[in-house]
């Protein structure tokens, strides 16, 4: 049975995104990426053209991911933040992808969201214009806020490995600073 393209583009996003998310997009290697993948580097190019390609894909990749963790449904804020940190704390390879972004390619990262078909960022707009969120915050500072509480306890080194219980600790501690996003929410 012939492989459409599908397969090995598949596997090489999958092998692109655990090399990302360990080295970041300077210290990633396309032959380390091709020979998890089972492909061939030319193969990488043809798709992605180069590195920089690659890395992008796999950057909108968890933007769309996280977006579609967030979902089309959320009406409120406490419930879009359980949302983000459920999914932050499920998927470290995201979140580091997300944070090499951050760090390597941040003039271009805003262009690249923008242009993306998801964008997570839209959700607090919508409950911004509706009415849901405070409007004395900017949508993107509540988006930045949010994800810096629900990405916290992965950037800060922490001695001991956490228990279920810290991670809903945690999670309730989140929900909790949220809630005070709301219009008329006491501080």
């Not at 583009?9 to 380390?32: M, P, S, T």
């Not at 968890?62 to 940190?85: E, P, Q, S, Y």
Request: hydrophobic content about 45%; aromatic content about 6%; proline content about 4%.
């Amino acid at each position: 049975m012939r492989d459409d393209g599908a397969q090995t583009r598949a596997k090489i996003r999958d092998a692109a995104h655990i090399e990302f998310a360990a080295h970041g997009l300077a210290g990633a290697r396309v032959d380390r990426i091709a020979k998890a993948a089972g492909a061939n580097v030319q193969r990488i190019y043809a798709y992605y053209s180069d590195k920089h390609g690659l890395f992008t894909a796999c950057v909108l990749d968890a933007v769309a991911d996280l977006d579609r963790a967030i979902g089309d449904d959320v009406d409120d804020v406490v419930t879009l933040a359980a949302r983000m940190f459920d999914h932050i704390s499920a998927d470290a390879h995201n979140l580091r992808i997300l944070t090499w972004a951050r760090l390597e390619i941040e003039d271009d990262l805003r262009t690249i969201i923008a242009a993306s078909e998801r964008d997570p960022l839209r959700r607090v707009r919508e409950l911004t214009q509706a009415g849901r969120i405070d409007p004395r915050w900017a949508p993107q500072d509540v988006f930045a806020l949010l994800i810096s509480f629900c990405e916290a306890w992965h950037v800060v080194p922490i001695p001991t490995e956490p228990t279920a219980a810290d991670h809903a600790r945690r999670r309730e501690l989140v929900l909790r600073l949220a809630a005070h996003l709301v219009p008329d929410a006491s501080v």
